[in-house]
């Protein structure tokens, strides 16, 4: 108990750090059990790992906010909220895994048959290489039963702002299951703020943001289970292109959609823009490396004779890089693409009518975008978003055309059409069936010495030596959606080598099946704490398997 606990950590005063290892253990602090999971060697190694665990009863958690894995979500989403801020006086002990603005799965604090348990990462105290006994004695026998007090109890919980926490969740979470139904790609909601603070700030535009208003002819609303109706703007299925001078707001109003694949927190302006949960963002991301992918609809006849139907490159150009990324998310399962002029390869998008006078369509490798965006719906069902601010040449394929005018969007579909040439009538089908892509063996066994792969931030990963970059993967939203990835890596790996036959896509299946059955923690190796862990969408696995530089596919 406490008492016993102070006790060996004053015996430990200055004494060498590693002695902290006889730490490892389970004590009852009074109102929270402690478990110490993982003690690190030494003063500059990762943290140490614990977790703080308290009664189902002493919690006081409402049953029925835990109905469903949405109530579980948004219920432990709201108590580590409660935990971060609660800790903040142990601002850089203390490490927690804390939500940002989007709603996520995560492993932070787990509902489990024991109770609450907050999962948290702490500096053990040192002077030097020496043991701070008595600092270490405050910190885990008074600081951390009083932060299971301030953020755990019955008495302290904030019932109220829990249930309304859930509710928005699960009202959320059921407007996005009727958009496929509707024939949406995506909603936004009438008065959403969109902007966001400054490029590297997620929070809403405090001063002089306009606020969301739909265009009539676009307007839908829908009746949530909470009983409140919203109403906005529905993206339609098909061909949607978003016009409007620069700096009118077409990125904004794109990038808000793309990340509406997450719910997002009360407050944050974004809380009614939700996107089909299979929606992907792509991007041209020159350099990266493409494994097998069958980018012929889009590029064929290269000068060097490459077969492009199964095209590998170590450096993608602009426009290739962008037909794999496509391609790719395609075969993922996404039902919709959002395409930013901004981030696209223009070689890849359109080509103009001097040009196909003056290059011959059989002299040029690629065929755009524009030509492809049609087939792409009708064969494969494959919806798109796209803006495009720099040209018309989408007026002929698009069904639907929203213009933004200082920031206001207007359905100008009737206008643009009149501009338009009739759209191409369709030909052979361009889109071949996906096709299972198998690694070759041990294609995705990491190299060098075995440890587990890692996350470095949002947008990289260190994989055996490998360092896998994801900065242009853009609905990869946090880091510790990245650290699972990174351990899914390891997953996949053990999984492709114990079953060589199993396919990219069905062990990515496998994996998010366990994931379902066992929960995120099923990806961690370690026992105890998981460390701290956010689920990512099937679509990001993908894309990082596809783009670790190693892979190869079996011939
Ligand atoms: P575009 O892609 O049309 O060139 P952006 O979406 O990049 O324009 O927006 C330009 C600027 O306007 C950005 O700084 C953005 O934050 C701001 N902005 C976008 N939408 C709004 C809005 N609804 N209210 C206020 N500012 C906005
Ligand atoms: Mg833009």
Redesign the pocket.
């Known amino acids: 108990d406490a008492t016993a606990l102070r006790q060996l950590l004053t015996s430990l005063d200055g004494r060498s750090y590693g002695s902290y290892k006889q730490l490892k253990g389970s004590y009852d602090l009074g109102p929270c059990r402690l478990l110490i999971d993982h003690v690190q060697v030494d003063p500059y190694a990762p943290p140490s790992l614990m977790r703080l665990v308290v009664d189902r009863d002493a919690a006081g958690i409402p049953e029925d906010l835990l109905a469903d894995r949405r109530g579980t979500v948004a219920t432990t989403d709201f108590l580590a909220r409660a935990l971060v801020h609660a800790a903040a006086p142990l601002e850089g002990r203390l490490s927690i895994g804390a939500p940002a603005q989007e709603v996520l799965e995560r492993t932070t604090v787990a509902v489990t048959s024991h109770g609450i348990e907050a999962r948290l990462a702490a500096e053990l105290p040192a002077s030097g290489r020496r043991i701070r006994g008595r600092q270490a004695s405050h910190l885990l026998t008074e600081e951390l039963p009083r932060l299971a007090e301030a953020a755990l109890s019955h008495a302290r919980l904030d019932a109220e702002a829990l249930r309304a926490h859930v509710t928005l969740h699960r009202d959320q979470e059921a407007l996005r299951d009727q958009l496929a139904e509707r024939g949406l790609v995506a909603f936004v909601g009438e008065g959403a703020?969109?902007?966001?603070r400054a490029g590297d700030s997620d929070l809403p535009?405090s001063e002089?943001?306009?606020?969301?208003a739909s265009p009539a002819s676009l307007r839908v609303s829908f009746d949530l289970p909470s009983g409140r109706r919203v109403s906005g703007m529905g993206v339609p299925d098909g061909v949607t292109v978003i016009v409007?001078?620069?700096?009118?707001?077409?990125?904004?109003?794109l990038?808000a959609i793309e990340r509406g694949v997450y719910p997002h927190r009360e407050g944050d302006g974004r809380e009614w823009v939700l996107t089909r949960a299979d929606v992907a963002a792509v991007r041209a991301e020159d350099g990266r490396s493409v494994a097998g992918v069958d980018i012929s609809p889009f590029i064929s006849g290269l000068p060097s004779g490459t077969d492009t139907r199964r095209f590998s490159t170590t450096n993608a150009s602009g426009s290739t890089s962008q037909a794999a990324s496509l391609v790719e998310a395609v075969d993922a399962g996404a039902s919709a693409l959002l395409i930013?002029e901004?981030t696209s390869a223009t070689n890849f998008m359109l080509r103009d009518a001097r040009m196909r006078a003056l290059i011959p369509a059989e002299r040029e490798p690629i065929t755009p975008f524009v030509d492809r965006v049609r087939p792409l719906h009708t064969e494969r069902g494959v919806s798109t978003v796209l803006?495009a601010?720099g040209s018309g040449a989408f007026f002929d394929v698009a069904d639907h055309v929203i213009a933004?005018d200082e920031?206001v969007p207007r359905d100008v579909t009737a206008q643009a059409r009149a501009l338009a040439d009739a759209p191409p009538p369709p030909g052979e089908a361009v889109f071949a069936p996906p096709r299972p892509r198998h690694p070759a063996a041990g294609a995705l066994r990491p190299t060098g010495k075995r440890r587990p792969a890692a996350a470095r931030g949002r947008g990289s990963i260190r994989f055996g030596h490998e360092s896998l970059d994801l900065a242009a993967v853009s609905q990869l939203v946090d880091a510790a959606q990245t650290q699972a990835i990174a351990h899914a890596l390891d997953r996949l790996a053990e999984l492709t080598e114990h079953s060589p036959h199993l396919a990219l896509d069905a062990a990515i299946a496998a994996l998010c099946d366990r994931m379902d059955a066992e929960g995120l923690e099923t990806l961690s190796p370690h026992h105890g704490h998981p460390g701290h862990l956010a689920r990512p969408r099937p679509l990001e696995l993908h894309a990082a398997v596809n783009r670790y530089r190693r892979l190869r596919l079996a011939e």
Do not use: E, M
């Open positions: 703020i969109l902007p966001r535009l002089g943001a306009v606020p969301f409007g001078g620069g700096y009118h707001g077409k990125s904004t109003l990038r930013d901004d803006v601010g933004l920031y």
